[in-house]
T-cell receptor, first 114, second 112 residues
Framework: EPEVTQTPSHQVTQMGQEVILRCVPI?????FYWYRQILGQKVEFLVS????????KSEIFDDQFSVERPDGSNFTLKIRSTKLEDSAMYFC????????????FGAGSRLTVL | TQLLEQSPQFLSIQEGENLTVYCNSS?????LQWYRQEPGEGPVLLVT?????EVKKLKRLTFQFGDARKDSSLHITAAQPGDTGLYLC????????????FGAGTQVVVTP
């Protein structure tokens, strides 16, 4: 069964460092998303992406965050200068139709900021 | 932000018993989804309900969407230890673009 793959599975970084989390969505999907889950808290929407541009973003997705699809297969989330509170599990998801009805989530990338 | 409240937060039952998990909101959703999440993994979609009053069955799991599309329930019949997991509901607001609102989840533990 097709799946969304994410790398790295776990990254530890120092506060202030840049981090790039990578995702390979399902090949025929056109809509891409990033969500995050801080330990013990709800899964939160960060951003949705379609046709090489952001469709919607949450209040969490400030200027420190950016997304891009550099090569037609990867979908990346960059955090420019990490903060302690960025420590979380980051989930990539993709879907083949607009809206959220058929999202497939990846296994997540755990980010630990020291 | 449209909040989804799940109850109970934690449920521990014996194998063979039935259980119901609730997901409530004061807001209307165009659809509502139920996921199951294992530790260290991403949410896995179980079902999507779209129409008010809709009932869907997935083996021993029964999902219902409220008539007003504000609430949902998940009922498990004759629970098995393999049903142990974190069950999440997530609502799709009517004006969103994949912006799911997740509940905090119900941790279900089924003991043999």
């Amino acid at each position: 069964e097709p799946e969304v793959t994410q790398t790295p599975s776990h990254q530890v970084t120092q506060m202030g460092q840049e981090v790039i989390l990578r995702c390979v969505p399902i090949s025929n999907h056109l809509y891409f998303y990033w969500y995050r889950q801080i330990l013990g808290q709800k899964v939160e929407f960060l951003v949705s992406f379609y046709n090489n541009e952001i469709s919607e973003k949450s209040e969490i997705f400030d200027d420190q965050f950016s997304v891009e699809r550099p090569d037609g297969s990867n979908f990346t989330l960059k955090i420019r200068s990490t903060k302690l509170e960025d420590s979380a599990m980051y989930f990539c998801a993709s879907s083949d139709v607009s809206g959220a009805n058929v999202l497939t989530f990846g296994a997540g990338s755990r980010l630990t900021v020291l | 932000t449209q909040l989804l409240e799940q109850s109970p937060q934690f449920l521990s039952i014996q194998e063979g018993e039935n259980l119901t998990v609730y997901c409530n909101s004061s807001s209307v959703f165009s659809s509502l989804q139920w996921y199951r999440q294992e530790p260290g993994e991403g949410p896995v979609l179980l079902v999507t309900v779209v129409t008010g009053g809709e009932v869907k069955k997935l083996k021993r799991l029964t999902f219902q969407f409220g008539d007003a599309r504000k609430d949902s329930s998940l009922h498990i019949t004759a629970a098995q230890p393999g049903d142990t997991g974190l069950y999440l509901c997530a609502g799709d607001p009517t004006d969103s673009w994949g912006k799911l609102q997740f509940g905090a989840g119900t941790q279900v533990v089924v003991t043999p």
